[in-house]
């Protein structure tokens, strides 16, 4: 067993701002063989950020703390 004596500290809080959507679809559909799963995962990273009642289109970052 190896004993570890560091530690690193590590912020994810804008990583998921910064994914751009074709790239992790392209990593998707190599591992999912499922058409429907990959059309529904899309639909969600295009569904838009409501922001004061105005649906505003993004083409990067990935949807967090919602359904």
């Not at 990273?45 to 919602?66: A, E, F, K, R, W």
């Amino acid at each position: 067993m190896r004993a570890y004596k560091g530690a690193a500290g590590v912020d994810l809080e804008k990583f998921f701002d910064t994914v751009h959507h074709d790239i992790l679809m392209d990593r998707l559909q190599r591992r999912i063989g499922a058409a429907g799963v990959i059309r529904l995962i899309r639909a969600c990273l295009n569904s838009g950020i409501m922001c004061d009642g105005v649906v505003i289109q993004h083409y990067q970052g990935t949807p967090q703390g919602g359904p």
